[in-house]
């Protein structure tokens, strides 16, 4: 019974969220362009596809709650306490590139660019191609993420400073900028922001925080956080550099 008044709260909460998107379309729909829904849209399938949405967002929040952020601040301390900093090290790469893999808006970007490259004349305009520039693509992206979590977890383990790091990393990647591809460059930057995503980010701020957490002198609040940021600016320079070396 608890769960069931748990999940409606959980609903109630993911109504109000998306509540301030549906009134800002509404008020353009109706208000400013003064056009009826488009013939391919009906009202029913409105209305289904927002409660999809809502019924989707509130299982997704509460199963993050019930499992990933407890299983991530778990497995953390479980490493911290264990001592070993290259099975620790193992599992931050592993958690950061299996997270990003699975990413659908990596997928969806990755396919994307590679059609865009591809009618570029960048790369030789087949389905193979496409499919192996897209799959390359979200490799090296994916392993930037795990490198990322990587650096992140040493920061917390050494105590380095976070903004040096984050300014030293997007320093790098205007040098990069200035060098790369102009057809990658844009995508390199996508790269960093479809990563930290809906899957990657929970469970690499439960690993930092769980990380903090289980050793002693770190504060949860001030080392655990900033992983994420990592996660955003490895993969643009990652891409970048792949950028350089295949076109």
């Known amino acids: 019974m608890d769960f069931a008044f748990s999940l409606l ?3 109630r909460d993911s109504l109000r969220d998306l ?18 829904l488009p013939d391919s849209v ?10 999809y949405v809502v019924i989707g967002l509130t299982l997704f929040i509460k199963g993050l709650q019930l499992g990933l952020f ?44 590679a059609e865009v ?25 994916a392993a930037s993420v795990g490198f990322a979590v990587v650096v992140g977890v040493l920061r917390i383990l050494k105590g380095w400073p976070l903004h040096l790091m984050i300014i030293g990393g997007y320093v790098l990647v205007l040098l990069l900028t200035l060098i790369a591809p102009e057809a990658i460059v844009g995508i390199a930057y996508d790269s960093g922001g479809v990563t930290t ?28 956080f900033g992983l994420i940021a990592f996660a955003s600016v490895m ?13």
């Open 9 to 11: 709260r959980q609903m």
């Open 19 to 36: 509540a301030p998107v549906v009134l800002v379309i509404g008020f353009f729909q109706l208000v400013v362009i003064r056009q009826p």
């Open 42 to 51: 009906e009202l029913l399938d409105l209305i289904t596809g927002l409660l």
């Open 70 to 113: 407890p299983v991530g601040e778990n497995l953390a301390q479980a490493f911290a306490r264990k001592g070993s900093v290259f099975w620790l090290m193992l599992f931050s790469f592993s958690l950061g590139f299996g997270s990003t893999v699975a990413e659908p808006a990596l997928i969806a970007v990755a396919a994307k660019a």
């Open 117 to 141: 490259v591809a009618e570029g004349g960048l790369i030789i305009n087949t389905p193979a191609s496409q499919a192996d520039f897209a799959f390359n693509l979200r490799m090296v992206v």
């Open 197 to 224: 995503s809906t899957i990657t980010v929970p469970l690499v701020t439960a690993l930092g925080v769980g990380l903090a957490t289980a050793i002693k002198g770190r504060n949860p609040m001030l080392d655990g």
């Open 235 to 247: 993969p643009i320079i990652f891409v970048l550099v792949y950028g350089l070396i295949s076109l």
